[in-house]
């Protein structure tokens, strides 16, 4: 695997510069959805979609909602929309190999993609991982923004989840840095092998339309499983056994150099053997001086206070966000629930509120938390470190649960 450092001329270069520039996430940009619902815009970097239980963690354009709804997407200034029947079945939806569905008739972005007669651009230092559009069954889409949509579908007779992205036509700045973005995800996913980080199956590029494929979690993200257990919180082992895999791959990718910057529930998806995988790389940079660093990515309630405060930040935002996450995994309930997003960020920033630990939590993990979300990046520590203390906190357990078992063994047995 090639080191981190060695992809720093792929974005252009050092913080200073910030090819991806600050216009590009202005927050100005993005309004509340009703103020009676549970969703609304909490940052610019991510997309969370769900269908019937499945999920895909993907980013589209630079645009992301918290929800306390299971089926949540992101609101651009013109807005995002779930189509009807967003529960669809890829088996009804597609016809044959390398076509779109006939309800996908008046889906110009689809038939874009799939028309011959628009030629498959270079992905430039990253052609092998072109995809065959032969080999690609697309569904109809479920979540659409101001410029793309995301679907579910498959490719190679493998479920995976599509993300298109439009190229706006008369904003050749907004296009310029659209593919930025595009070029920055497609060589992040490219060079991210984990066990617990989303496989990347491929992409293309054409004319008027860039297409990212990546596996699909049918087990949902995080965030939709907790929010299905009502807020119960996850077994206290395997909450630990799904930190761990949070943290190993956190871990990898901190040592690429690597910072994902919006490492949240709603990114962490949750697959059939339980296991958790990293997603959603579409704000995540090369680490470099971060005096030009784009301040606005993230999600409020996982934010570290010295992105909220748009000063410069290096690998531990990620650590904090971690925190938090653990937190949600010990607890089963949404951080700061009973704040707006905004409101959190005042609280963590100027007051320095953090979740609550629950008095039974365990003391190793509780530690854990405080130092992950202490206000002083040094202080956090690092993803092999977490790993560590994490494995300590399973063997404690694994021995708790033995000894009660010894106990309730040695009890002796009684007649009703």
Not at 329 to 336: A, D, H, K, R
Not at 386 to 401: P, S
Request: hydrophobic share 40%.
């Amino acid at each position: 695997m090639a080191e981190g450092s060695k992809f720093a001329g792929f974005i252009g270069g050092g913080g200073g510069g910030n090819a991806i520039g600050n216009g590009f996430y202005d927050m100005g940009f993005y309004r509340k959805l009703d103020e009676g619902s549970n969703m609304s815009i909490e940052s610019v970097g991510s997309l969370q979609t769900s269908t019937d239980g499945g999920s895909a963690a993907m980013s589209l354009e630079n645009s992301s909602v918290g929800s306390n709804n299971s089926r949540t997407g992101i609101l651009r200034h013109t807005g995002l929309r779930l189509f009807p029947g967003a529960n669809f079945s890829v088996g009804h939806s597609v016809l044959r190999p390398g076509r779109v569905s006939h309800a996908m008739n008046e889906d110009a972005l689809a038939q874009n993609l799939m028309d011959p007669r628009f030629p498959t651009e270079s992905l430039e230092n990253y052609d092998e991982w072109t995809i065959d559009l032969r080999k690609l069954n697309m569904g109809v889409p479920f979540a659409q923004g101001a410029f793309g949509k995301l679907y579910r579908g498959t490719y190679d007779g493998v479920d995976v989840a599509i993300k298109l992205l439009e190229k706006p036509e008369n904003d050749p700045e907004r296009a310029q840095l659209m593919e930025q973005q595009f070029g920055q995800e497609v060589m992040m996913l490219a060079n991210l092998k984990h066990p617990n980080i989303v496989r990347f199956i491929g992409a293309c590029r054409k004319p008027m339309v860039w297409c990212i494929v990546t596996e699909y979690a049918k087990g949902g993200s995080v965030r939709q499983f907790l929010m299905k257990r009502q807020n119960r919180s996850v077994p206290l082992k395997l909450a630990v056994k799904q930190a761990l895999d949070i943290a190993k791959g956190m871990e990898y990718i901190h040592g690429l150099g690597f910072i994902h910057r919006d490492l949240k529930s709603d990114n962490l998806l949750i697959f059939a053997d339980k296991s958790i995988k990293i997603a959603d790389f579409g704000v995540a940079r090369i680490e470099v001086k971060t005096e030009g660093m784009t301040p606005e990515t993230g999600t409020y309630r996982w934010m570290a206070p010295e992105m909220i405060q748009h000063r410069p930040y290096n690998q531990k935002v990620d650590v904090y966000s971690f925190g938090i996450v653990l937190w949600e995994l010990i607890t089963g309930m949404l951080p700061f629930q009973n704040m707006t997003a905004v409101q959190a960020a005042f609280a963590v920033v100027n007051r320095g509120v953090r979740p609550i630990i629950p008095q039974d939590c365990l003391p190793a993990l509780g530690e854990i938390m405080t130092r992950c979300w202490d206000a002083n990046p040094d202080v956090r520590p690092s993803f092999s470190e977490i790993v560590g203390m994490l494995e300590i906190a399973q063997g404690e357990i694994v021995n708790t649960v033995r000894k009660a078992r010894f106990r309730c063994c040695m009890q002796p047995m009684t007649i009703d």
